[in-house]
């Protein structure tokens, strides 16, 4: 095992990290999940991650999927969720291996394996456990979805149940580096990096302007894009929005104000790069957005507004005018203590290949677009 999970001791056939801090265990549970190992989580059976367990013997007839997933695979009791992250535990007649779940986990191999079943939805005793999984999943940027109790099986890494919540404590995160970063739409500008212990994604703050002290920043809180903000995509409208508030910045800057770009690395809205792009290949196929993170078993909305916050609050902002058109935003920042005093529109005009995106963005999600 090695590097796979970091430093940890047998104890019984299970690889414990009882010793860790939580986040600890909770960060390298996550690593463990990107390699394919199983899981132990307080009183819960052992779970195998489909995605990426390599290839073998185990195999179960239970399996843990999202409500999102059983919704797709209309399943009885998935509109008894309200949460389409919720975990649903299912009931194969026959075992599953790894080869025979995948299809049930990932909608990409719908048309190679279109039957899938008979399932019943089972009772789950360790719901707790199975949300931390869930959870645990979403933050190594994997399907949702566990072979339970598989037999047999690699040793399985242990993580105690409150490990998920301290790993997002947002309380942990600090300032790691700052300096000084002239770019091409304002020359005096700073730029701030921030580092939590046991989280390898590394927030920034670009600070616009001399901070004068008898004006209200103009913030804009940018979630990380790379095939918006660095390739151009045309699917989405986040590089137009980034270069957009990066010059009503430099304007703010020129006219005795400032501004703070917060850029955090939460890339396809938290759910990471590869299901984003599998998201991308099933709005090919004609699902929008939304539809697309169900059909991958996966919240619409996944990243962690407050971290943005605690980035605000270590720079010793308390105030802000927010450019945004997105009233989440604006009400996670008054939940967390950072005073709202304006909401600036961000608005641009979208093009043939993202008007049916922002037509969700307005219609389903809510957000503030004519």
Not at 131 to 149: N, Q, S, T, Y
Not at 266 to 287: C, M, S, T, V, W
Not at 315 to 328: K, Q
Request: glycine fraction near 8%; charged fraction near 20%.
């Amino acid at each position: 095992m090695g590097a796979a999970v970091g430093p940890c001791a047998a104890d019984h056939g299970v690889l414990s990290l009882s010793a860790a801090s939580p986040s600890r265990q909770a960060a390298q549970a996550v690593d463990a999940l990107r390699h394919g190992w199983p899981l132990k989580i307080g009183q819960a059976p052992l779970l195998l991650p489909v995605e990426t367990a390599p290839d073998g013997d185990a195999s179960s007839h239970l399996a843990l999927i999202s409500a999102a997933r059983a919704a797709t695979l209309k399943l009885a009791n998935q509109r008894e969720a309200a949460d389409p992250h919720a975990p649903v535990l299912i009931r194969a007649a026959e075992p599953l291996d790894l080869a025979a779940a995948r299809p049930i986990a990932d909608p990409a191999l719908d048309l190679a394996a279109p039957l899938k079943g008979p399932f019943r939805a089972d009772a789950l005793p360790w719901r707790a456990e199975a949300e931390a999984a869930m959870e645990l999943a979403l933050l190594a940027g994997i399907l949702p979805a566990f072979l339970v109790a598989p037999e047999p099986v690699r040793e399985p890494v242990e993580v105690e149940l409150d490990a998920v919540a301290a790993l997002r404590d947002v309380r942990r995160l600090e300032i790691a580096a700052r300096a000084q970063l002239p770019i091409g739409a304002n020359e005096t500008c700073e730029i701030v990096a921030f580092r939590s212990p046991d989280d390898m994604r590394e927030h920034v703050a670009l600070i616009v302007g001399a901070q004068p002290a008898d004006r209200t920043a103009l913030v804009r809180l940018h979630s990380e894009c790379l095939t918006g903000d660095i390739f151009g995509s045309l699917k989405c409208d986040c590089g137009p929005q980034l270069d957009a508030a990066l010059a009503a910045m430099a304007d703010e800057a020129a006219d005795g104000g400032w501004g703070v770009l917060l850029y955090l690395r939460q890339e396809g809205r938290g759910i990471g790069l590869i299901n984003k792009l599998r998201a991308y290949r099933l709005q090919d196929q004609g699902f929008d957005t939304l539809e697309a993170n169900q059909r991958l078993g996966l919240p619409a909305e996944a990243r962690d507004f407050p971290v943005a916050a605690r980035m605000l609050g270590l720079l010793g902002i308390g105030e802000v005018r927010l450019m945004t058109n997105n009233p989440a935003k604006v009400a996670a920042f008054e939940a967390a203590g950072i005073e709202v005093v304006e909401r600036v529109p961000h608005r641009l005009p979208g093009n043939p290949h993202n008007t049916r995106y922002l037509a969700t963005k307005r219609d389903r999600a809510g957000h503030l677009l004519p």
